[in-house]
T-cell receptor
């Protein structure tokens, strides 16, 4: 596609339920990133995939959070047993390679998750 | 660890005025990149301008320019001839050389009034 696509755009879930957020990167981009933006805050790094390398999971806030990237393309971020503090906008980005200085880094429009 | 600080939560100016958004950062790295991103209501982060720390010359992109002061660890964004479409959240961000993660500030909400 022309840009990074994320679905759903908005998600409301009940506390304790599991949710899956999807990111479809730009075709040919080998790197994929997830960030979280809590209300009124900047973006917080969650996880980074690069090709077939092991992902950098250093930003995941708890073991309730996990992500996978199948076939080097689409990625799914899963949050288990959601809590109210998980409410945020989850943004995905992709870039063409392990380039320097965020060359080609392109963000999607995010998924707004609300836990009630 | 790197940190990025934006000390102005909100700013408001009249259309056609010039506005400067402040950003300071803390790092022990010598080689890195700095960015300003714009986030309109659509939520998509849009790159406004990018600066490589080894370059002394300040980056410019049309009406957008930066004042990069490496010793002071300061990276401000100047928007000239502001337009209604400039209304958005603006985030300053840092990336160290060789890394892939962006470290963001808390953002400044900029409103351009007609």
């Amino acid at each position: 596609g022309a840009g990074v696509s994320q679905s759903p755009s908005n998600k409301v879930t009940e506390k304790g339920k599991d949710v899956e957020l999807r990111c479809d990167p730009i075709s040919g981009h080998t790197a994929l990133y997830w960030y979280r933006q809590s209300l009124g805050q900047g973006l917080e790094f969650l996880i980074y995939f690069q090709g077939n390398s092991a992902p950098d999971k250093s930003g995941l806030p708890s073991d309730r959070f996990s992500a996978e990237r199948t076939g080097g393309s689409v990625s799914t971020l899963t949050i288990q047993r959601t809590q109210q503090e998980d409410s945020a906008v989850y943004l995905c980005a992709s870039s063409p390679s392990r380039g320097q200085g965020a060359i080609g880094y392109t963000f999607g429009s995010g998924t707004r998750l609300t836990v009630v | 660890a790197q940190t990025v600080t934006q000390s102005q939560p909100e700013m408001s100016v009249q259309e056609a005025e010039t506005v400067t958004l402040s950003c300071t950062y803390d790092t022990s790295e010598n080689n890195y990149y700095l960015f300003w991103y714009k986030q309109p209501p659509s939520r998509q982060m849009i790159l406004v301008i990018r600066q490589e720390a080894y370059k002394q010359q300040n980056a410019t992109e049309n009406r957008f320019s930066v004042n990069f002061q490496k010793a002071a660890k300061s990276f401000s964004l100047k928007i000239s001839d502001s337009q209604l479409g400039d209304t958005a959240m603006y985030f300053c961000a840092f990336m160290k050389q060789g890394a892939q993660k962006l470290v963001f500030g808390q953002g400044t909400r900029l409103t351009i009034n007609p």
